[in-house]
């Protein structure tokens, strides 16, 4: 299925998840993960830093705190997309890591939610190949 308009802001699983993004950007990983399924899936793609899968809410925390100490300097631009039960994050990354050298990277992450809890977030390097 394409996506190709933006989801509806307002939706409460979109709000959801978005809002966890603006917790990882500020670094509030707490935050972040407050909204995960004590035992949610997230699968990150292998050629990211510390990629892999990662189970349950204490993983993705240790997860997501290795990922934002990375950084020195971050902008997240984030456009969230409804894709029948499923929502997707096209995350823009760009800043400065903590040796000095600058990067800017994009990611589709998609995330299932039921009952106002993240049950499953799987990551992909390429846009692309969901979208």
């Known amino acids: 299925m394409t996506t190709t308009s933006p989801a ?43 990629g892999g899968a990662h189970h349950g809410r204490d993983a993705v925390h240790k997860y997501l705190s290795a990922a934002y100490a990375m950084w020195s300097e971050l902008v997240s631009e984030r456009t969230a997309y409804r894709r029948g039960e499923e929502i997707v994050i096209v995350h823009h990354m760009r800043g400065v890591q903590t040796d000095g050298v600058p990067l800017e990277l994009t990611a589709a992450d998609v995330f299932t939610v039921r009952e106002g809890r993240v049950v499953r977030m799987h990551a992909h390097a390429d846009p692309a190949e969901v979208l």
Request: glycine residues 2%; without cysteine; negative net charge.
């Open 8 to 50: 509806d802001p307002t939706d409460p699983d979109v709000a959801l998840v978005l809002a966890a993004y603006t917790a990882y950007a500020r670094g509030d990983i707490d935050a972040a993960v407050a909204d995960l399924d004590p035992d949610v899936d997230w699968v990150e793609p292998e050629e990211f830093p510390n």
